[in-house]
């Protein structure tokens, strides 16, 4: 069984760098590994070069289109059996590929995808974004988690699926959000099966910041109305929730202000319990403090994106192109 592993990359030597040399531990070793260059002011084809010797990998370089079809780009280069997709900002263990090949031995699946960690040495904003992004709490354990409020779909900072069904599907669609949602849907609706693998888990990076924090989350919770309009039945309480939120904090302050401060009790609770939880999983106080204002983050945020989209498009009439016009790596 060989896997390509595809990369798209925008401007992020450093991140490749760290990614290849994950790579280059792992246990099982037949896989190939193709970077696609979306387009990049800030190229990174000097660092894939430095690990020819360690690697089957391939530089692709192209205009910028976004991830989607950057990933189409890279399997239409590929020669193995599965199409493995992984996010720049992703370090991968040892064991990745290895879990995955003894998994797919044992139970085959047309396509399958992981749930994501933060690795010890990640900063402590890091392990507080993870948490934010993966906990039960916040998320309703739809990345990957255990317990979840919806069904499991892959996602593309780690997901895979066969050639065939890649050309079925004709691959990821020119979204520049949401777009590997949309690649699961239809996988679906395809009848294909799909699988969880929960030991094949990455370490995600994601943002270093709260600020570019919000703006990731924001354009995720735009990105649902998207969907909604393209398929009506995905849409799930689950996705409701942080709107809900966010309204529910706006109606919290406007009762503070108003009436009094008790009314924040409520949220006091509410942020108490995940400075707890969040520090009891990272077995740190800091990490637990830096948890509340991510979760808090991660909730308006994808709020504000979904109300946003709800606003341009059902309530002043935008058409679909100009609600949603935003660049994925701006």
Known sequence: MKFSIIIPVYNRPQEIRELLESLTRQHYRNFEVLVVEDGSDVRCEDVVQKF????????????????GLSRNYGADHASGDYLIFLDSDCVIPSQYTKVVQESLAQQYADAFGGADRAAPDFSNIQKAINYSMTSFITTGGIRGGQQRLDKFYPRSFNMGYTKEVYQRTQGFSAMRFGEDIDMSIRIFRQGFRVRLIEKAYVYHKRRTDFKKFYKQVFNSGLARINLFQKYPKTLKLVHLLPAAFTLGMVALIILVLIVNWLFLSPLLLLMAFLLADAAIRNKSLT????????????????????????????????????????????
């Open 52 to 67: 020819m010797h360690w690697l089957d990998v391939q530089y692709l370089y192209k205009p910028n289109t976004g991830p």
């Open 287 to 330: 990490v637990g403090i830096l948890a509340v204002p991510a979760s808090l983050i991660q909730l308006t945020g994808y709020g504000c994106g979904f109300l946003y989209a709800v606003w341009n498009t059902y309530i002043i009439g935008k058409h679909k192109a100009e609600a949603f016009k935003r660049t994925f790596y701006q």
